[in-house]
């Protein structure tokens, strides 16, 4: 998992190495009449450039945050597509798109992820003391 969401290396399938760089988070309703959270990254390999959206449903995010116990925030939001993006870059899935509709059961686990994550930072630093 990424300790910066906002720029991450992710190595493909290939052997490929990706810089990954977030630009923006919008709610997508006021650019393209979704009901969703759009994250923008812009991703280069050696001389190649994409760039993807991850959209994040409304509906499938106001039930994963319900399920952690947790509001939505942008930082979330910016983890959830983040976690979506590296799971695409790892497996090569979805890469020919521009715009990627995260499934509602893909953005639980990453928000279960997250929660570990988190479970596991602070269980760390309670012990460090």
Partial sequence: M????RQFSVTDPFGRDWSAEFRWQQ???SIRHAD??????????GGEHREIVI????AALIAAAAEAGREVTDAW????????????IRTWDDMDKTI?????????????????ASQAEQERVLNAH
């Fill in 77 to 88: 939001c910016l983890k959830l597509a983040g976690l979506h993006l590296e799971r695409m």
């Fill in 36 to 45: 969703a959270i759009d994250c923008k990254y812009y991703l280069s390999s």
């Fill in 2 to 5: 990424p300790e910066n969401f």
């Fill in 55 to 58: 959209a994040l449903p409304h």
């Fill in 27 to 29: 709610n997508a309703i």
């Fill in 100 to 116: 990627v509709t995260v499934p509602a059961g893909d953005l639980s686990r990453h928000a279960g992820a997250l929660a570990r």
